[in-house]
Nanobody, 127 residues
Framework: QVQLVESGGGLVQAGSSLRLSCAASGRTFSIDYMGWFRQAPGKEREFVARITWSGGFAYTADSVKGRFTISRDNAKNAVYLQMNSLKPEDTASYYC????????????????????WGQGTQVTVSS
């Protein structure tokens, strides 16, 4: 089992920056992918970015590319999402997710590919 706890959300103005953190505990040695997703009210959960736990290879959704950066710190068992130039349409609950070794591997951009989820952190961007 893996436990995930997000932090760093808040209310900011458009154009501002935020850094989200996700702290992992439990069987972290078994993690191979970590992802960030977001969900706005009335909308489906949307892929934002993912990173490989060991090599740090990152992939970011086109909708946030150039503004959001995913990174990880294995020593701290943490994944981060640096969000710059925030827009009102970035308003959502942001969730981190983990995929463990041995599970099926796909694009790792779909929510159903991840078995472990945090409780989410709210990001609200005002215009």
């Amino acid at each position: 089992q893996v436990q995930l706890v997000e932090s760093g959300g808040g209310l900011v103005q458009a154009g501002s920056s935020l850094r989200l953190s996700c702290a992992a505990s439990g069987r972290t040695f078994s993690i191979d992918y970590m992802g960030w997703f977001r969900q706005a009210p009335g909308k489906e959960r949307e892929f934002v970015a993912r990173i490989t736990w060991s090599g740090g290879f990152a992939y970011t959704a086109d909708s946030v590319k150039g503004r959001f950066t995913i990174s990880r710190d294995n020593a701290k068992n943490a994944v981060y999402l640096q969000m710059n130039s925030l827009k009102p349409e970035d308003t959502a609950s942001y969730y981190c997710a983990a995929h463990l070794q041995g599970g099926p591997i796909g694009t790792m951009t779909r929510a159903d590919e991840y078995a472990y989820w945090g409780q989410g952190t709210q990001v609200t961007v005002s215009s």
